[in-house]
């Protein structure tokens, strides 16, 4: 059964900072690996999809990486600002379309 | 192209009432998936329903039920409501299966 685990559950941060949120997984086999944002009481919005073949993907200030082998993923923010702060998931894709997440990492950037 | 929409967005119903929610794909997209999302459990895997067809459920008692429709509409049925079913339930669409999903906004549940 695949287990996915976000470390760490909470970071605090002063804006301009560069951070790394991590993500492992416990089943290589995947077939693409998703990291969400969600604001408080809303609904998933998609940040970075990285396909299975793929080691990296990058949109404006974040950059996703993959490591099928070691089961690890990265989120890295580059100068983040007070929008940043939210809760950021990760999410693999197994067999069956099924989506199994992390626990998250609730982000806050203070001005 | 307007994105997954999700109806009703809120919901307060008694313990022992049943409730259908439901979600309307982005146009063209033909896989539904519903999510379930609690403090204490996280987001979990409901079920995916692909031209019709449940194509795969997750561990939640046979309480939760869903289907879709011929223009890739879908419903989630919850009957005899428990208090514990109290949460926000998501759903997502992809283009097919395996594709990027795509999350509405949820209906927030609260069962008294």
């Known amino acids: 059964k695949q287990e996915v685990t976000q470390i760490p559950a909470a970071l605090s941060v002063p804006e301009g900072e560069n951070l790394v949120l991590n993500c492992s997984f416990t089943?290589?086999?995947?077939?693409?690996l998703q990291w969400f944002r969600q604001d408080p009481g809303k609904g998933l919005t998609s940040l970075l999809l990285i396909q299975s073949s793929q080691r990296e993907q990058t949109s404006g200030r974040l950059n996703a990486s993959l490591d099928k082998s070691s089961g690890r993923s990265t989120l890295y923010i580059a100068a983040s600002q007070p929008g940043d702060s939210a809760t950021y998931l990760c999410?693999?894709?197994?067999?069956?379309?099924?989506?199994?997440f992390g626990g998250g990492t609730r982000l806050m950037v203070k001005p | 192209k307007a994105g997954v929409t999700q109806t009703p967005r809120y919901l307060i119903k008694t313990r022992g009432q049943q409730v259908t929610l439901s979600c309307s794909p982005i146009s063209g997209h033909r896989s539904v998936s519903w999510y379930q999302q609690t403090p204490g459990q996280g987001l979990q895997f409901l079920f995916e329903y692909f031209s019709e067809t449940q194509r795969n459920k997750g561990n939640f008692p046979g309480r939760f039920s869903g289907r879709q429709f011929s223009n890739s509409r879908s419903e989630m049925n919850v009957s005899t409501l428990e208090l514990g079913d109290s949460a926000l339930y998501l759903c997502?669409?992809?283009?097919?299966?395996?594709?990027?999903?795509?999350f509405g906004p949820g209906t927030r549940l609260t069962v008294t």
């Open positions: 089943d290589s086999a995947i077939y693409n």
């Open positions: 997502a669409s992809s283009l097919e299966r395996s594709y990027e999903q795509y």
């Open positions: 999410a693999v894709y197994n067999a069956g379309n099924m989506l199994t």
